[in-house]
């Protein structure tokens, strides 16, 4: 052995060795599986998708070490919008846009692009010593997964559980599409409420209303107040005349309306604020010529929308205030306002903003026609499966979380106004008619159309539609495939808390709906990785850290370098780069792919955020470096017996410590307690297997045992530290691979 511990030659062997064979499944009859969690091909693996993976290995090889036929489907998401914007903002770089490419062109650039983010993942997971099942790779985009999306889609929209509906939206100026909650950011800070006068129609009295956007006054349809407040009951009922829209609105009462909150008088705002929209379906609130009326008939509700797709104002407001930017706007309504006596008065408040994650605009609630699904009943399936423990989760405490958004699920946006992602399967004739189909073909039999021209609908579907369909799509299905058959349902997702909502209850709710089965027995719910401080990482902050450069290293410039380029918020960069100089004047040290994964497993609590710090990631570059001594100090010694015979006290008490140690260890991993079993690995070999028994050993001269007893080590940890096991194992043992070694 060499004296010296080297760990980057070691690790780049066994990767190749273990990505080019699947595992050995000769004789094993149990099944464990688990589906990779795909990453999106947006650049590179962060934190969070190699502290999950180096989860799911350890149980892949921990199964397969107990004799079960261990699967894990590996594949990536197209990842709709967070891609297309990676690719728009390199094309920025170079002065273009997509639309001087046009749809076709730009497709080709986001293609390249994936191909390119692609290896760059695949490398990182193969780095980190994954036993995937690479032969079965899958993507999202592939051939196979659009037929399965198609299918999926189709089949809904025919059982009635898909539509399309004119409703408000999260939209986004900038990307000019709706998006989800999951891609809204809200930011507290300092703002201003106006409390605006609405005089009364034939009155000379007047109601104040509180308001945080009197931009969005144009589109008003009533006054809201409560019931109970005593100020307002006498004009319950009445009309106010809209400031310089005429537009006559009814007052009228509803026990939303906070009565602590500003004047207590609410404006309400269907077309541009989601509570408002609730109040005025609640309502019919709808516009016969110049009046605002209430009706009994939902069907009736029309939310009166005053702003493009860029957020700028429309035809439906004023000339004065046309064509405006909607903060621009504001500060012409509140001047015309202050003119005419109609500002009442200015308080300061704290009010949350909506900005998009990805562009960083602020979100506008906006009205347009989208695709729905109707997921209450499927919610409902998919609950009774939690109820009925076929779901457990792991810890048990986010069931609640689950239910409580489950509880209260709203149908599901699917579709996006972008370019990139599974075009929606729908066409659309001259009179406004929709047919869906698999292809226009097959619809055009399937409705007995006419030679009519059809038009395929320009919307893509949520990438997180495609991503629902994954555990089952990805092995295979709609086909019977013998991968779906073997490991359907799987028996374990590894994921982060935040997506409980929009990944874990959708695949939920789709697998019970097409394949009557939920898609796994157990999940097993993270901590989100933070950086030393507790924050979120990201690229925006400039405390993103590539686990490639905690393996190999990396120097201070190619830090600076990586960190500061292709930044989608302006300003960012030196900021950025003073900070990175403060945190690591000399660049990040080599640790390899042990000691990162050793340390994501003893920050694997049940917390929901991890704090990643470098120090005890050199505390276990340090246990490497001491499995190495070890291992180097024992090979000195001749062997003298292949089996473990306790012929003294201190064979007897390592004997029963290792036994001990063992089942504590099995009892950890079965209670998804990696962080347990991690130091209890850690406090074993360290403090009791080298610190006493092999200097017990070497004091008795009695040192027969120390080969046999380092084999039954280097088995228990391998899960935990592959590449130093196996490569001991190979030099000092020279027999079958620590992965074959079944109990």
């Known amino acids: 052995m060499e004296a010296k511990y080297y760990p980057l030659e070691i690790e780049e062997k066994w990767s190749k060795v273990w990505s080019e064979r699947a595992l050995d499944k000769t004789n094993h009859k149990k099944s464990f599986s688990q589906v990779i969690p795909p990453p999106n091909v947006t650049g590179t693996l962060h934190m969070g998708h190699s502290f999950q993976y180096a989860i799911m290995d350890f149980y892949t090889r921990y199964h397969h070490m107990k004799g079960t036929n261990s699967y894990w489907q590996v594949g990536s998401d197209h990842a709709g919008i967070a891609t297309q914007m990676v690719v728009e903002n390199n094309l920025a770089n170079e002065g273009k846009t997509k639309n001087d490419l046009g749809r076709e062109k730009f497709l080709e650039e986001i293609w390249k692009w994936k191909d390119f983010s692609e290896d760059k993942i695949t ?115 009445k009309y106010v005349e809209l400031p310089f829209v005429g537009r006559k609105i009814p007052i009228l009462s509803d026990e939303y309306v906070d009565m602590e909150f500003g004047t ?75 003119e005419q006596n ?65 509880d209260n699920i709203q149908d599901w946006c699917i579709s996006r106004q972008i370019w990139w992602g599974h075009r929606i399967p729908a066409w659309h004739d001259d009179e406004g008619n929709v047919y869906v189909g698999y292809d226009e073909k097959e619809l055009r039999e399937f409705y007995k159309l006419d030679d009519r021209k059809l038009t395929q609908d320009e919307d893509v579907l949520d990438t997180w539609f495609s991503s629902s369909l994954w555990p089952f799509g990805s092995l295979g299905w709609p086909e019977e495939t013998t991968t779906f058959k073997t490991h359907f349902p799987t028996s374990l997702l590894v994921t982060g808390f935040d997506i409980i909502f929009f990944w874990v209850a959708r695949m939920m709710m789709m697998s019970l709906e097409f394949t009557g089965k939920i898609p796994f027995k157990n ?32 120097e201070l410039d190619d830090l600076l370098k990586k960190r500061t380029s292709n930044l989608m918020q302006e300003g960012l960069a030196e900021k950025i780069e003073r900070k990175t100089r403060k945190q690591f004047p000399n660049g990040i040290e080599s640790y390899g792919s042990d000691a990162v994964r050793m340390t994501f497993f003893s920050l694997a609590t049940h ?60 009892k950890n991993v079965e209670e998804y307690r990696l962080d347990f079993a991690m130091n209890e690995v850690y406090e074993f070999f360290w403090g009791k297997f080298c610190d006493k028994y092999i200097e017990d050993c070497k004091a008795s001269g009695e040192t027969a045992n120390l080969h046999p007893m380092l084999k039954k080590i280097l088995k228990l940890m391998h899960p935990f530290a592959p590449f130093i096991t196996e490569e001991i194992n190979e030099i000092i043992f020279k027999g079958s691979s620590l992965l074959d070694l079944s109990d």
């Not at 997964?145 to 539509?163: D, H, M, P, Q």
């Not at 999940?523 to 925006?540: A, C, F, P, W």
């Open 123 to 237: 490398s990182q997971i193969k780095r980190l010593g994954c036993t995937v099942e690479w032969d079965k790779y899958r993507f999202t985009f592939d051939d196979e997964f659009c037929e399965t999306v198609n299918k999926a889609f189709v089949e809904l929209y025919r059982s009635g559980k898909i539509y399309r509906g004119y409703r408000l939206v999260n939209w986004d100026p900038i990307l000019k599409t709706a998006v989800s909650d999951l891609e809204v950011v809200r930011q507290e800070k300092e703002g201003v409420i106006w409390h605006i006068d609405y005089p009364l129609v034939d009155s000379s009295e007047k109601v104040t209303v509180a308001t945080t956007r009197p931009e969005t006054m144009f589109g008003d349809m009533a006054v809201a107040v409560n019931p109970k407040d005593k100020r307002y009951q006498k004009f319950i009922g």
């Open 523 to 554: 999940v097993y719910v993270t901590g989100l990785i933070r950086d030393e401080n507790g924050q979120k990482m990201s690229k925006s902050k400039g405390n993103i850290i590539d686990p490639l450069d905690l393996i190999y290293g990396i």
């Open 607 to 666: 917390t929901r955020d991890i704090s990643f710090e470098l120090g005890r990631l050199k505390g276990y570059r340090n246990f490497c470096n001491k499995i190495w001594n070890a291992a180097r100090f024992i090979n000195n010694y001749p062997k003298e017996q292949e089996k473990f015979e306790a012929k003294n006290d201190a064979d007897k008490w390592i004997e029963k410590e290792f036994n001990d140690v063992s089942k504590q260890i099995t």
């Open 264 to 338: 207590g008088c609410l404006k309400i705002t269907p077309g541009h604020d989601f509570n408002d929209y609730e109040i005025g379906k609640k309502y019919a609130l709808h516009q016969v010529s110049d009046t605002v009326e209430i009706s009994e008939d939902t069907e009736k509700f029309e939310p009166i929308n005053i702003f493009t797709d860029e957020a700028f104002t429309n035809d439906e407001v004023p000339k004065d205030f046309a064509n405006l930017d909607r903060f621009k706007v504001r500060k012409v309504v509140l001047e015309k306002l202050k």
């Open 342 to 406: 109609l500002l009442a008065k200015e308080e300061k408040h704290v009010i949350s903003v909506p900005r998009g994650e990805r562009s960083n605009m602020v979100i506008e609630p906006r009205l347009s026609y989208q695709w729905y699904v109707k997921t209450k009943e499927m919610a409902a399936k998919a609950n009774d499966a939690v109820n009925k423990k076929e779901v457990v989760f792991h810890p048990e405490n986010w069931i609640k979380t689950y239910f409580n958004w489950m």
